[in-house]
Each structure stands twice: as structure tokens, then as C-alpha cells.
């Protein structure tokens, strides 16, 4: 079955520490893999998007790491900010003909000061 | 700021009634994506409609339907709206190479639908 899971489902850290969230997928045929951030009641924005041949992908403070192999992604996101509170969704491309978009569950992140 | 507009950003409607939203799509986009989004929960896939026709749908019923016009722009509908319809309606739109989702997602701020 075509899956995508994240983990953790949420997270709370101190504002100015660094973070990684996991995300692992079983979608076969694979297109892509993208990283969303979305802001409570606001619609998902681009963070990162990653092909197979990809292994890091960098967006400022938000770094991508792809492992096609054994199917998993990271997120880094460094010195975080409050500004990156918000929920981090693992979308994956791929899984039929069409290949619709597989989202994961999303982790909450909350900075606090 | 995406390019993807929405329209209304919030209503509210009761029981049994319908509704329509709108999403105008990026500028050379011509593919738009509906979502339903409770609260707290991760976006659910409505439909999707490529070059004006239906190119896959996730597990709604049929009182979920949907058209895109010819500008691209797109419609859902939801006819004898339930209680659970309650939730965020996201658009985004997209580029297709051959109606396959390999491109990017840009979506708009989104519909907050209530039913009471």
C-alpha cells in the first residue's frame, strides 16, 4: 500500500535550536518528494522538492535529505525561529500512472522563546 | 504570495444546503487540485482537473463535484451539506506534463467552510 508516515507528530523546541523531522514512504513507481510548510488556517507552501537522483536540497534554513534506497527524508531546519512554528507535511509524488500526491500525516512544530 | 486566489475565504452554511467555491490558478497553470482540510487533520484529496476534465478523485462522495473552465479556473460544489463538511477547502494549481503530478503545487490561502 502506498503510504507515507512522519514522525514525530509534533514537536516543541527552544527558539534558536535546530530540529529534524522523518519522513518514510512505501510509493512505488516514485516521482518526487516535497516538504510543505503550512501555517495554522493557511494553505501549504513549497519548501523543498526532491527527484531520485537527489540527495540534499537546501531552502535557507531548511535543508532536504532524500534516501531513495531505503525511502526516507529529513528535514533539518537550523537556529529555528518562531516564525517556524507551523505544521511540516512529506508529500509524495508517485504510486500510479498519474502519480497523485501522497501526503504524510504532518508534524506540529512549536518554537518557543 | 502563490497567485492562487479563493473565493469566498470564509462562509457559513446549515444543513442539507449547497455550496459553491472558486479558485482562480496561477497564470500558465493548467491544473487545479481541491483539498478538504479538518481541523488538525492533513489535506485529503477531493479531485484533481487537468485542461478541463477530471484527472482523479480521492474518496468523496458524488455530492463533491467540480469544474474547471476553459481560463483554467475551477469550481467545487457540494450539494446537501453535512455536518462533517465542516473544514478548510484548499486549491492549488500546477503545470502537468502529460497529466502526470510531477510539478510543483502552488496553493491558494483557502475557503473555511462551516456548516451548522
Known amino acids: 500500500k502506498n503510504q507515507v508516515e512522519q514522525s514525530p507528530q509534533s514537536l516543541i523546541i527552544l527558539e534558536g535550536k535546530n530540529c529534524t523531522l522523518q519522513c518514510n514512504y512505501t510509493v512505488s513507481p516514485f516521482s518526487n518528494l516535497r516538504w510543505y510548510k503550512q501555517d495554522t488556517g493557511r494553505g501549504p507552501v513549497s519548501l523543498t522538492i526532491m527527484t531520485f537522483s537527489e540527495n540534499t536540497k537546501s531552502n535557507g534554513r531548511y535543508t532536504a535529505t532524500l534516501d531513495a534506497d531505503t525511502k526516507q527524508s529529513s528535514l533539518h531546519i537550523t537556529a529555528s525561529q518562531l516564525s517556524d512554528s507551523a505544521s511540516y507535511i512529506c508529500v509524495v509524488s508517485g504510486g500510479d500512472s498519474n502519480y497523485q500526491l501522497i501526503w504524510g500525516a504532518g508534524t506540529k512544530l512549536i518554537i518557543k522563546p | 504570495e502563490t497567485g492562487v486566489t479563493q473565493s469566498p475565504t470564509h462562509l457559513i452554511k446549515t444543513r442539507g444546503q449547497q455550496v459553491t467555491l472558486r479558485c482562480s490558478s496561477q497564470s500558465g497553470h493548467n491544473t487545479v487540485s481541491w483539498y478538504q482540510q479538518a481541523l488538525g487533520q492533513g489535506p485529503q484529496f477531493i479531485f484533481q482537473y487537468y485542461r478541463e476534465e477530471e484527472n482523479g478523485r480521492g474518496n468523496f462522495p458524488p455530492r463533491f463535484s467540480g469544474l474547471q473552465f476553459p481560463n483554467y479556473s475551477s469550481e467545487l460544489n457540494v450539494n446537501a451539506l453535512e455536518l462533517d463538511d465542516s473544514a478548510l477547502y484548499l486549491c492549488?494549481?500546477?503545470?502537468?506534463?502529460?497529466?502526470?503530478?510531477?510539478?510543483?503545487?502552488?496553493f491558494g490561502e483557502g475557503s473555511r467552510l462551516t456548516v451548522l
Open positions: 492549488a494549481s500546477s503545470s502537468l506534463a502529460g497529466a502526470m503530478n510531477t510539478g510543483e503545487l502552488f
